[in-house]
């Protein structure tokens, strides 16, 4: 047996562990790079056994954040596939500009981000175009590592190949060949750690619903091609009516996954979720209205319960304005949430200072105590977030998205100890219920998933620990 296959042989067992907890694949004509790549990360880790190292990685995700890295080529520079990003300026946005208020806010996910070089380029064509200021800019990736790397923001030429430069420059500092990004692009970007695999979205928690483009590029070429009809999903729902999804010529197709327009373009082929979709939506909009005006009724004196459902369906039609302005002076608690929710999507500003006055109407109510909470989390405002949510379980202590989220801001703050509270109980909350039940205040989590991602944590954790110890 040539010696190739024998490496291959005695690897494979890390190969399938990576899978089983990453959702990354690694086909037979990958297997050089992998095993390159598994070599690269045991030499820093320090076992010299396959075995060893193994089992190091099941109990350690600091050393299993490192192998990803490896394994994963982070092949990303600014602007590449420059015809893509002109395609954006030139034709998306401006569709964008006029189908929207001049307010409105867009939204902008890099999905698989690596560096961060793609999401900044993404902010740099906005501002160029005078949209950055309305804009809001999601930034994921699976490798904690690269989304460090990312926030630091800090690039050395090999990132500025290509028309990068040339691009880069004007908003950017160089120093001994470190190009530093200036403030307005490093703060237009909010970077999470998201697995596509495995997570769920889109999702309130995460902000990956509602986006205007989604950027997925050479992402998923790395994925269990069983979870791709998934993710096809998954990234059509978080898309508006009409709103566009961007892979690489690499990238399996998707338009028989989920139920994608596609756009032929200079760039290849790009995937548009259809705005028929949203006129189906909107039929009941449309039918209740004339409803109304058949019986002589003005919108004003319409029954709470039907504004409610006029809002909702609004929601769901992408019509955030719409679906704000039906709920503005109703002082019906659903109807309340709705209006924090519509208007979340065209400006973070204005939605906190609704959710702010709004609740002093319904202060025993949870779902706008934790709308206010997701909406200065978005803000980075931690310590007032976490005492929005500290209010939310003490309204309802069974509430296992408001624990989750706890953990998650008492660890941001250095709060281990805290964090691992609030994890555990966010657990054992979603053990006791049936694991494909809807979580509540969330769009589309399951106890099952919520669950995985609290014991996932905890396991960081005990490494966490451990390592300090």
Known sequence: MPENANVKIREQPILDFVQQRTGLYFHNVQHAHAVTAIDRAMQRAGPTDSTDYLARLEVDFTTLDDLVVELVVAETYFFRFPEQFQFLAVTILQALIRGRNQDAAMRFWSAG??????????????????MLGRSHILATDISKPALEHARRAIYQEWALRGDGRQRVAPHSACTDGFHQLAPPIREAVHFAHVNLAFDVYPSL?????????????????YLDPAMI?????????????GGWLITAASDPELDQLAPFETVETPGGVYYRRPMELATATQRPIAELESSFQSQAVPLDDVPPHSEVELARQALLAGQYDRAAELTATSNQEEACCLHIKALANSDTDLAQAACKRIITRHPLSVELHYLHAVLLMEQRCDQSALNMIKRVLFLDRSQVIAHLTLGALQRRSGDLAGAYKAFRNARDLCQARDAAQHVPLTEDETFGSVGRTAQSQLASLDVLAEATE
Request: proline letters at 4%; aromatic letters at 6%; glycine letters at 8%.
């Open 113 to 130: 981000c690596a560096t961060g070089e793609e999401a900044y380029s993404l902010a740099i064509v906005l501002r160029e175009a005078g």
């Open 205 to 221: 928690v995460t902000g990956t619903g509602n986006q205007d483009v989604i950027f997925c590029r050479n992402v998923l070429i």
């Open 229 to 241: 009809p998934r993710v096809a999903s998954s990234l059509f729902n978080c898309l508006v009516p």
